[in-house]
């Protein structure tokens, strides 16, 4: 994966970084608020070797830079830590004095400075103090000559002791940005494992692979449809309307190369919007003089006659069951608009639509009508899907963005095959109008005001295949 591929996946995840980020600051408050606070006294050190004639001052100064390491044990071991430890002062052992000396050499010098810490500031200060006096006489004692009377290395303080103003435990600042740090990476690589688990589509290429079809448009999820709008909104300037309209263009297209009067209009699983779309198609149809029937073979859940406000006790379920005739039931929609309903919903859905008298019902309506879109049932939960697309003239596959699998396109297209449908592409519906899988902007040609926020409500809204929308 490149950056522009990471950058991707953080603006969809966007949400899973803000979470571990979030996390992560709450730890580190926490540790902020637990720990107790730390105190440091620094005192720093100068070794020199007063016995060393001039020309020996060097390889002196270099003899002591080498014992600096030896010294700096010296500090923590018994003789320096023990007699610390048992002051009245300071009250530790000389283990827990010796885990509170920390010393470091200043390279390419002969300084050493050595840090007191402790969570008391005074005992810091007290203890900085008087190691200051032990170390000095400690190292002396061990460099004294006997022969010129004096110590080889003399220890000078040069800095200090003093206290530090604030703790050096714990660092809230620190704290906080290696927690943003840390969150941002884990949210990052959250967000990749994620995204490499993800299998439901996102873009119009993969359908176009997995689907082995055209991809007929992509319809965006347009925030100015209300979500309770209705029984239908025309938003004749809409994103979503000019996406719908290139389907029907792209479908007439292939009606003037072959007989297409039949449209069966199907998902792979429910929540795909796909009666939302077989409805706008109708409508989109009708807007071009065509007298267009919609179908509702969904016979398992008939609704669309409720969306619509139209007579639901009678359908296509009474026409196959011999209760009516097709003109009975047949309702009036709009200008150019029928409906035929689904009815009551039978003992057996699937023995009707298969039945020879369907076959009839689709002959009759063919005739009557220009064109006749079956909203059909989803093909992987039931049969009763490509019953239908085999007796129509073509099929159109509605995919839903981020919810459908690659998976259940396999299926459902295997499932078409399997009954020698023809499928004349697929719509990937919902496309969000922003984010790094945005529709493309349609606002900025025509001038239009900006789409709405509030998708994700108004994402219920179709996922239930409300059909309240025109375009």
């Not at 170390?135 to 000559?145: R, S, T, Y």
């Not at 448009?217 to 938003?235: C, E, H, K, Y």
């Not at 035929?340 to 009707?352: D, K, R, T, Y």
């Not at 109008?433 to 998708?455: E, H, N, V, W």
Request: hydrophobic share 45%.
């Amino acid at each position: 994966m490149g950056l522009r591929d990471y950058l991707g996946v953080a603006k969809r995840h966007w949400w899973l970084l803000a979470v571990w980020v979030l996390v992560a600051l709450a730890g580190a408050m926490v540790v902020n608020l637990r720990t107790t606070p730390v105190y440091a006294a620094r005192v720093t050190f100068f070794f020199t070797a007063p016995m060393a004639a001039a020309a020996e001052l060097y390889p002196a100064s270099m003899f002591s830079s080498s014992r600096l390491a030896t010294y700096a044990e010296l500090l923590t071991s018994d003789e320096i830590s023990a007699p610390l430890a048992a002051l009245p002062e300071v009250n530790l052992t000389a283990a827990e004095m010796a885990d509170r000396i920390s010393s470091e050499t200043i390279a390419d010098t002969v300084l050493m400075e050595v840090t007191v810490e402790d969570p008391s500031r005074k005992r810091a200060l007290f203890v900085a103090e008087k190691l200051s006096v032990m170390f000095k006489d400690a190292v002396e004692k061990l460099e004294w000559q006997e022969t010129a009377d004096t110590s080889a290395i003399k220890v000078e303080v040069v800095d200090g002791p003093e206290l530090e103003p604030d703790p050096v435990e714990p660092q809230p600042l620190n704290n906080v940005a290696l927690a943003m740090m840390g969150g941002l990476i884990v949210g990052v690589g959250s967000a990749v494992l994620r995204e490499i688990a993800d299998s439901t589509v996102r873009s119009a290429d993969t359908l176009r692979t997995l689907a082995s079809a055209p991809v007929l448009a992509r319809i965006p999820l347009d925030g100015r449809v209300p979500a309770r709008a209705g029984p239908f909104v025309s938003a004749s300037d809409s994103p979503r309307t000019e996406a719908l309209r290139q389907v029907r263009t792209l479908l007439q297209s292939a009606a003037s190369e072959t007989s297409l009067k039949t449209l069966a209009v199907t998902s792979a699983v429910p929540g795909e919007g796909r009666s939302a779309t077989t409805c706008s198609l109708a409508l989109l149809f009708a807007e071009t003089g065509q007298r267009v029937l919609v179908v509702d073979a969904e016979l398992r859940r008939p609704r669309l006659a409720r969306f619509l406000g139209r007579e639901t006790a009678t359908g296509l379920s009474t026409v196959l069951s011999g209760g009516a005739t097709v003109e009975q039931v047949i309702q009036p929609w709009g200008a150019g608009l029928w409906l035929l309903a689904g009815g009551q919903s039978p003992p057996n859905p699937s023995e009707l639509l298969s039945s020879p008298r369907m076959t009839e019902v689709v002959d009759e309506v063919r005739r009557r009508f220009d064109v006749v879109i079956f909203d059909c049932p989803p093909l992987l939960p039931v049969t009763d899907g490509e019953v239908l697309a085999a007796r129509a003239d073509g099929t159109v596959l509605v995919v839903r963005y981020a919810k459908t699998t690659g998976a259940e396109v396999t299926g459902a297209v295997r499932a078409l095959n399997g009954v020698n449908a023809t499928l004349l592409g697929c719509v990937l519906n919902m496309v969000p109008l922003k984010g790094p899988d945005a529709f493309p902007s349609f606002d900025q040609y025509t001038g239009a005001p900006p789409a709405r926020r509030g998708g994700r409500r108004r994402a219920r809204f179709w996922s239930h295949e409300a059909v309240a929308v025109a375009a």
